[in-house]
């Protein structure tokens, strides 16, 4: 056995006084102080000594020689014990380099409790590297934290989850999706997800799929080294426009004084297309054998507003607009802008306009309201006009006149022709045509009168209208046009009349010698020539009304009305707003002719005092 090897008792002395009481209990502490050293500083033993020795509290190390069959001296276990009530206890220890526990120290795992590994957290244990992963999986009910670098010489787990944990401000996290086995990143700020994998490969990019350029260009400038780009490398160092040739999408240029050129769509020995921006500043498009071609947008240019209704809209800048109903907008100066109504053409053949012109000169009449029986036969010609017509059309236009009652809702075919007469395949000034044949109305003085009728000369009573409906052939495309429509209509008549019952007929005719005239005259309501049903109503009669100012003279009464079809007025005011519908006497019926003799019933309201003078407002 071993001989016992005892490390000498400690004989720490104090240094006396002289004075006997203070020295007795100095000696008295230094005799604790060395039982304090003895226990703690227990005999080095390299050999096995007696159970018996030491009490408890007692630690000493001991270095065992026989420890393990095969060791070499250097090898020898060391082990620090304690003495406890029950007896020796001891705590294997590994040889290190470095005294106490550090980074560069090391910790057999093996020799950690469960609990101990489960609890290994800031502040506890902060500095540590294993000689061995941790090899039993589930320790999850515990984070393990760390302020230092980890440093790990073989692969990590990640247990797979459902989802990621609650995010900490300040901190991110790696979790694999249990759906995908994936790689997710989240932040502390509870960005989201960003998944970084996808079925094995790298994902598309989870935060929007933008390419950082400013670090790409910091990448560049800070290492000479070359960047694969479309199978072609780009050293930092060499970098220059010419380095990506024209047929890999480069500008095949070194210069900035240089046009240069950017690839579109294929690049092969059949078909090149690039886009060039001139020096004149102009945008131009080639495809082979450097064939310009025109740069088409097919999307509209829009400027900051969509439908402008003021130049505030663009915020002073310079537009042009066009919206879905047909109208360009541009900007004249700082204040105005102007919108233009387009027409609609075919590129192969279309009809871009037909309208009447009362004279085969032809200035339009488009949308204006016709009194009722004209002086003599009143003529109307069709005024076409073509788009892209070679100056000889293949075929006779056909023209089909029609008669829309608006009392009736009907509209009739009353003649048609298609023989040349009218319009034939010559096209004047090269895209106009006017016909050359009329379409008369004929003077009448009621509704029911159909005398003189004949193909081409047609009576048009009260509130009625005339429009032509025409269709054309050419190289293959059929185009049909309506032309707007003519109304004819009587006026709304306003002045004084001698009776509580209405103007006689002289009284009526005197009105309609003055058109909108002030004390007594006429209107016609107000019509437009989109060539639709509803562009003239019956009730347009009082709402286009207005504001009318009627006098008259001593014993005299003041009047206004329309015809019967009309119907009564909505309100009567005053210019303040005031109604003063009780001034009036109830609305009476009266039959009476208009200036062109065409007899008609009106509604005819009459004030009930003489001589005054009034703002009638009528809606």
Same mark, same amino acid.
């Given at each position: 056995?071993?001989?016992?090897?005892?490390?000498?008792?400690?004989?720490?002395?104090?240094?006396?006084?002289?004075?006997?009481?203070?020295?007795?209990?100095?000696?008295?502490?230094?005799?604790?102080?060395?039982?304090?050293? @003895?226990?703690?500083?227990?005999?080095?033993?390299?050999?096995?000594?007696?159970?018996?020795?030491?009490?408890?509290?007692?630690?000493?190390?001991?270095?065992?020689?026989?420890?393990?069959?095969?060791?070499?001296?250097?090898?020898?276990?060391?082990?620090?014990?304690?003495?406890?009530?029950?007896?020796?206890?001891?705590?294997?220890?590994?040889?290190?380099?470095?005294?106490?526990?550090?980074?560069?120290?090391?910790?057999?795992?093996?020799? =950690?409790?469960?609990?101990?590994?489960?609890?290994?957290?800031?502040? @506890? #244990?902060?500095?540590?590297?294993?000689?061995?992963?941790? !090899?039993?999986?589930?320790?999850?009910?515990?984070?393990?934290?760390?302020?230092?670098?980890?440093? #790990?010489?073989?692969?990590?787990? #990640?247990?797979?989850?459902?989802?990621?944990?609650?995010?900490?401000?300040?901190?991110?996290? #790696?979790?694999?999706?249990? %759906?995908?086995?994936?790689?997710? $990143?989240?932040?502390?700020?509870?960005?989201?997800?960003?998944?970084? +994998?996808?079925?094995?490969?790298?994902?598309?990019?989870?935060?929007?799929?933008?390419?950082?350029?400013?670090? &790409?260009? !910091?990448?560049?400038?800070?290492?000479?080294?070359?960047?694969?780009?479309?199978?072609?490398?780009?050293?930092?160092?060499?970098?220059?426009?010419?380095?990506?040739?024209?047929?890999?999408?480069? +500008?095949?240029?070194?210069?900035?004084?240089?046009?240069?050129?950017?690839?579109?769509?294929?690049?092969?020995?059949?078909?090149?297309?690039?886009? *060039?921006?001139?020096?004149?500043?102009?945008?131009?498009?080639?495809?082979?054998?450097?064939?310009? /071609?025109?740069?088409?947008?097919?999307?509209?240019? !829009?400027?900051?507003?969509?439908?402008?209704?003021?130049?505030?809209?663009?915020?002073?800048?310079?537009?042009?607009?066009?919206?879905?109903?047909?109208?360009?907008?541009?900007?004249?100066?700082?204040?105005?802008?102007?919108?233009?109504?387009?027409?609609?053409?075919?590129?192969?053949?279309?009809?871009?306009?037909?309208?009447?012109?009362?004279? %085969?000169?032809?200035?339009? *009449?488009?949308?204006?309201?016709?009194?009722?029986?004209?002086?003599?036969?009143?003529?109307?010609?069709?005024?076409?006009?073509?788009?892209? &017509? @070679?100056?000889?059309?293949?075929?006779?236009?056909?023209?089909?006149?029609?008669?829309?009652?608006?009392?009736?809702? /009907?509209?009739?075919?009353?003649?048609?022709?298609?023989?040349? %007469?009218?319009?034939?395949?010559?096209?004047?000034?090269?895209?106009?045509?006017?016909?050359?044949?009329?379409?008369?109305?004929?003077?009448?003085?009621?509704?029911?009168?159909?005398?003189?009728?004949?193909?081409?000369?047609?009576?048009?009573?009260?509130?009625?209208?005339?429009?032509?409906?025409?269709?054309?052939?050419?190289?293959?495309?059929? @185009?049909?046009?309506?032309? *707007?429509?003519?109304?004819?209509?009587?006026?709304?008549?306003?002045?004084?009349?001698?009776?509580?019952?209405?103007?006689?007929?002289?009284? =009526?005719?005197?009105?309609?010698?003055?058109?909108?005239?002030?004390?007594?005259?006429?209107?016609?309501?107000?019509?437009?020539?989109?060539?639709?049903?509803?562009?003239?109503?019956?009730?347009?009669?009082?709402?286009? =009304?207005?504001?009318?100012?009627?006098?008259?003279?001593?014993?005299?009464?003041? $009047?206004?009305?329309?015809?019967?079809?009309?119907?009564?007025?909505?309100?009567?005011?005053?210019?303040?707003? /005031?109604?003063?519908?009780?001034? =009036?006497?109830?609305?009476?019926?009266?039959?009476?002719?208009?200036?062109?003799?065409? !007899?008609?019933?009106?509604?005819?309201?009459?004030?009930?005092?003489?001589?005054?003078?009034?703002?009638?407002?009528?809606?």
């Amino acid at each position: 056995m071993p001989s016992r090897q005892f490390k000498r008792k400690s004989s720490k002395a104090p240094r006396l006084t002289g004075d006997s009481s203070v020295d007795r209990v100095l000696r008295d502490v230094y005799d604790e102080i060395n039982n304090l050293v @003895d226990s703690v500083n227990t005999p080095y033993v390299s050999g096995e000594i007696s159970s018996r020795d030491g009490k408890p509290g007692d630690i000493r190390v001991v270095k065992d020689l026989s420890y393990g069959l095969g060791r070499k001296a250097a090898e020898s276990a060391y082990f620090l014990e304690a003495k406890t009530e029950d007896g020796w206890v001891r705590q294997y220890m590994d040889r290190t380099e470095h005294s106490g526990i550090s980074r560069d120290g090391t910790i057999p795992v093996d020799l =950690f409790k469960e609990d101990t590994k489960k609890q290994i957290k800031q502040g @506890d #244990l902060s500095f540590w590297k294993a000689d061995a992963g941790f !090899t039993k999986l589930g320790l999850t009910s515990t984070n393990i934290y760390t302020n230092e670098t980890v440093e #790990l010489n073989k692969g990590m787990y #990640l247990k797979e989850s459902n989802t990621y944990r609650s995010n900490k401000s300040g901190w991110g996290q #790696l979790w694999v999706n249990t %759906s995908n086995n994936d790689l997710y $990143f989240n932040d502390g700020a509870g960005s989201g997800s960003v998944r970084i +994998t996808d079925g094995g490969s790298l994902a598309g990019g989870g935060g929007g799929g933008t390419v950082d350029f400013d670090s &790409v260009k !910091t990448a560049l400038a800070a290492a000479d080294e070359a960047v694969g780009f479309n199978n072609q490398s780009i050293g930092s160092a060499t970098w220059n426009g010419s380095v990506i040739s024209e047929a890999k999408g480069g +500008t095949g240029v070194t210069s900035t004084t240089t046009v240069g050129k950017a690839l579109l769509g294929i690049a092969d020995a059949v078909d090149v297309r690039y886009i *060039e921006i001139a020096a004149d500043e102009s945008i131009n498009v080639y495809n082979k054998s450097d064939f310009k /071609t025109q740069l088409a947008i097919h999307d509209p240019i !829009t400027v900051q507003a969509n439908g402008p209704t003021a130049i505030t809209d663009f915020a002073q800048k310079p537009f042009i607009y066009s919206t879905n109903n047909n109208k360009l907008y541009h900007k004249i100066d700082g204040t105005d802008y102007r919108a233009y109504s387009g027409i609609t053409y075919s590129f192969s053949f279309s009809i871009s306009d037909a309208r009447f012109t009362t004279d %085969s000169g032809g200035s339009s *009449e488009a949308s204006n309201a016709i009194l009722v029986g004209a002086n003599g036969d009143e003529n109307y010609y069709l005024d076409m006009v073509y788009a892209n &017509v @070679d100056g000889t059309l293949t075929g006779n236009p056909t023209i089909t006149y029609r008669r829309y009652d608006l009392g009736t809702d /009907t509209l009739s075919t009353v003649d048609t022709s298609n023989d040349g %007469s009218h319009l034939n395949q010559t096209v004047a000034d090269g895209m106009n045509q006017v016909s050359q044949a009329a379409f008369t109305v004929i003077d009448t003085d009621n509704a029911s009168d159909t005398s003189g009728e004949s193909s081409f000369n047609r009576h048009y009573k009260a509130n009625t209208a005339l429009e032509a409906h025409v269709s054309v052939t050419e190289t293959g495309i059929t @185009d049909t046009e309506t032309s *707007e429509r003519y109304w004819f209509v009587n006026g709304m008549v306003w002045g004084e009349c001698a009776a509580t019952t209405g103007p006689d007929q002289s009284e =009526f005719t005197e009105a309609f010698q003055d058109l909108n005239g002030t004390g007594h005259g006429y209107a016609l309501p107000n019509i437009g020539g989109s060539g639709s049903a509803n562009d003239f109503l019956l009730s347009h009669y009082h709402s286009d =009304f207005g504001e009318r100012t009627i006098t008259a003279a001593a014993g005299q009464y003041i $009047f206004f009305g329309w015809p019967k079809l009309g119907g009564t007025a909505v309100t009567i005011k005053d210019t303040g707003g /005031t109604d003063i519908s009780g001034d =009036f006497r109830a609305v009476q019926e009266v039959t009476l002719a208009n200036s062109k003799g065409y !007899t008609e019933i009106y509604n005819i309201y009459v004030s009930e005092n003489t001589g005054v003078s009034s703002a009638v407002v009528v809606t």
